[in-house]
Every structure is written in C-alpha cells, then in structure tokens.
C-alpha cells in the first residue's frame, strides 16, 4: 500500500478563459502608457544588462520631491514593508483594518506581537507605549481615506500606506517632516505596472538609514532602471485619465464611492463581464482603464 498521499496536480491540457485586460487584479490599464512603455523596451537592449537602481533613485526623488536621504526603495511595496517591520524596533504593531494581507505574515516571519484594530478604535490604543500603526490610506479594500496626521505623535513609528495616495492627495503625508513617519508607495499603484516591481518609502534620515541596511544588493531590475526615468513625469495624466472613467462609471452605475485606483459596483455589468471584478465588502471591485480602451470591441 502506498503510503505517501495522492498528489493532485492541474490538468494543463484545460482551456482556460482569460480575458485580454483583467483588471481583477487591483492593477489599472492606460494604453497610453502601455504602448510608451513597448516602444522604450523596443528601442534599447539595456535589458540585458544589470539594473542602475540610482537611476530609479533619481527619477522618483525628483518627481516626488524627495531628497534621497530621505528615500529607500525595493523591489515592489512589499519589500520596503517587510524591511520596514524588521528595521523598526517596537513591541507590537497595531493594524488598521481592511489592510494589506501580508503585513501580519510579516509580523508573524519575525515574530512581531500584532493587534488589528478599526479605525475607530485608533484612540483606545495610542497610550500603549513601543507600539506602531499601519495604516492603509486611502484604502485598497473600501476605498475610504482619512485625515490621519492627528494620530501620529501617539505611536513610536506611524506607517502609512500611500500607495493610491497619487489618486486622492488631500490627506498624503508624503514629505511631512514627522520624526516617526514612515510613507509607503508604488509605481504598481500610481502607474498600473506591477511588473516593474519598484516601491519606495519616505521617512526620516535615521529611519532610512535603517531600512537601508537591510536592502538586497539588487532592489530594482534593469526594466525599471530603463522604463521608470522615461514615464515617471506621466504619472498625472495617466491618473487624470483614469478618474475621467471613473467619474463615466460611477455615474452610468450604482457604485460606493472610492478614492483609490478601482471603482467599486454594487452589481456587476457589462464591464465586470468584460475584465473582471472581485466581490469584496458586498460590492464589485473592478481597477480603472481608460476610456478608449474601456469601449473598445
């Protein structure tokens, strides 16, 4: 009798439905951009090489105006996460529910005591001494954003995930001078490039000298180093056209209102049909593209 358990594999030989653009994924789609980025890649064999990550350095310190002191990127948001939990030096991290998912597998990795906690809970924890927040502002889950700045001397670091802040500005943090703030952001997020893998964060001088000193020798690839220097001063108008879809959508359908990078259904329709959209909170979360591509047969 064999005692080793049945290994069930996939069957490969299955068709599977895809769909030309999914947008299921949290990921927006400006073909604009798209078609620049094709053309850069067409034009250049830098690909081959290895990646000049000063080179993503210099394009995001200038477009964001942040000096480079004060800068640490990675390879995507959730490297500059992870780096972040393990640089800091606290006794517990609060979690503002709905979060990103792997910030508590982090903890968990490095043995970090977590809490998650609503936002209305906020107040009830900032007499907790050596403790930290993360905070997704505004949200990837339902789309709210919030003015937080009040909350940050209650905490010994205040981590602020601003990755759709480039969608709705009013309450970034991004270049405040707090001591203990750390920002999180990503091109995934504000361009729609997932696979160029660079996020970044924002925070005082000594605090990214630690977060630094936990960086891989590699942070970036050669794709960024040649695409982000190129398309990184297009971040406002790809995100100007992505809220004029928005703006069609939620006004051709009943939605709740967001301000993050997706608009969220209450039922699905054409488009959920079309590129996808995942149930999430009772409502159809689909990531924004524009107009022409929205209609095109």
């Not at 350095?57 to 992870?82: C, H, P, Q």
């Not at 000193?213 to 990184?232: D, G, H, N, W």
């Not at 879809?245 to 969220?264: D, I």
Request: net charge positive; proline share 2%.
């Amino acid at each position: 009798m064999n005692k080793y358990p049945k290994i069930s594999r996939p069957d490969w030989t299955k068709k599977k439905i895809s769909k030309r653009i999914d947008l299921s994924k949290n990921v927006h789609h400006d073909k604009i951009l798209n078609e620049k980025i094709k053309e850069i890649i067409y034009r250049s064999n830098f690909i081959l090489n290895y990646a000049n990550d000063f080179k993503v350095y210099e394009a995001i310190s200038k477009y964001y105006n942040i000096n480079l002191e004060n800068l640490a990127i990675g390879f995507g948001a959730t490297d500059v996460i992870d780096r972040t939990l393990r640089a800091i030096k606290i006794k517990k991290l609060f979690i503002v529910k709905p979060s990103f998912r792997m910030v508590d597998i982090y903890c968990k990795m490095i043995n970090l005591d977590y809490e998650f906690i609503d936002f209305k809970e906020i107040n009830s924890k900032i007499n907790q001494k050596n403790s930290g927040i993360y905070i997704v502002n505004p949200n990837g889950v339902n789309g709210e954003v919030h003015e937080i700045k009040k909350y940050s001397g209650c905490f010994k670091y205040f981590i602020v995930d601003e990755v759709y802040s480039d969608f709705y500005e009013k309450y970034s943090l991004l270049n405040n001078k707090l001591k203990n703030l750390i920002v999180i952001k990503s091109l995934s997020k504000s361009l729609g490039f997932a696979g160029l893998r660079v996020g970044f964060c924002y925070s005082s001088k000594e605090i990214i000298k630690q977060i630094q000193a936990l960086r891989m020798s590699q942070i970036t690839t050669s794709l960024a180093s040649l695409v982000v220097p190129k398309i990184i001063n297009m971040t406002n108008k790809v995100i100007l056209r992505m809220q004029i879809t928005k703006r069609f959508l939620e006004n051709k359908f009943e939605c709740k209102k967001s301000y993050a990078n997706y608009v969220l259904f209450k039922d699905k329709n054409e488009y959920t049909e079309k590129f996808g959209g995942n149930k999430i909170d009772g409502y159809y979360r689909m990531a924004l593209i524009d107009m022409e591509s929205l209609n095109e047969k």
